[in-house]
């Protein structure tokens, strides 16, 4: 039986890859479920199927990481109940990268594991948050990366890691790299949460600039952390953060009900 987990869903972001498009990219309608009614159809959102992957892994309490232009985000969520978890919301004042995101909700996570899933991705299957999980129990390691297959990996976060699981190097954003595949999902212990901590708390971005979270899992490998990864070779993995990759992301969930 796996231990207890708790998500980590940063939706602090400013989504300026869709400029000049203000919305919430979070909120997205992506797909379609059944209502009540048996002809009925309701709307799901792009936050909505992370959430799914959660609760396939047997995660039903999550912290929500928001920003001041983020709060209808809270509006749409709410408490959680509605879609089948427990929410509660930290907010990020000033915007300095996905690893101080996540540090916000360090004080309610740093004692149990954690699943950090990004709210403006879609991921299949649904239970890859499950396996990675097990993986990392199976593996004993610090962190766990699930590792999707890619077309594109010069827009996401290669990695390069060897039959075993063993992490060696993440390749975030870098055109020179061929390796075709993607981390998508993060599992972690307090081990690597008090690692995170400690290095956003001595870290000062320049102006301009947020802090990379494969950087930290890169100096996490390189202080001794235990970071595997599992493939999920059959997995889909999609970044809605670009006007051209939700269009094909919305193609592919016309041709089936969600």
Request: aromatic share 12%.
């Amino acid at each position: 039986m796996l231990r207890k987990a708790i998500g980590i869903i940063p939706a602090a972001g400013h989504g300026t890859r869709l400029h000049p498009f203000r919305y919430p990219k979070e909120l997205f309608p992506i797909g379609y479920v059944n209502g009540e009614g048996s002809s009925d159809l309701k709307l799901k959102v792009a936050c909505q199927y992370v959430l799914d992957c959660l609760i396939k892994a047997g995660i039903y309490q999550a912290h929500v990481i928001v920003s001041d232009h983020k709060f209808e985000v809270l509006r749409f969520l709410a408490d959680g109940e509605e879609y089948g978890l427990s929410l509660s919301y930290l907010y990020q004042r000033e915007i300095k990268g996905l690893p101080f995101a996540i540090d916000c909700a360090y004080n309610w996570t740093k004692d149990s594991l954690s699943a950090l899933v990004l709210p403006d991705t879609i991921l299949e299957p649904y239970d890859c948050v499950y396996k990675s999980l097990l993986f990392l129990e199976e593996s004993q390691a610090d962190v766990v990366l699930g590792v999707f297959p890619t077309e594109h990996p010069e827009r996401l976060c290669p990695v390069h890691f060897d039959k075993k699981g063993n992490v060696y190097k993440l390749y975030d954003k870098d055109a020179s790299q061929s390796i075709m595949n993607t981390w998508g999902i993060a599992v972690w212990t307090p081990n690597f949460a008090e690692f995170l901590h400690q290095h956003v708390k001595k870290s000062s971005p320049l102006i301009g600039k947020e802090l990379v979270l494969a950087e930290v899992f890169n100096e996490a490998i390189v202080s001794g952390l235990k970071v595997n990864a599992i493939e999920i070779p059959k997995g889909k993995f999609w970044d809605i953060g670009t006007s051209s990759s939700l269009i094909k992301v919305r193609q592919a969930f016309e041709k089936h009900l969600s």
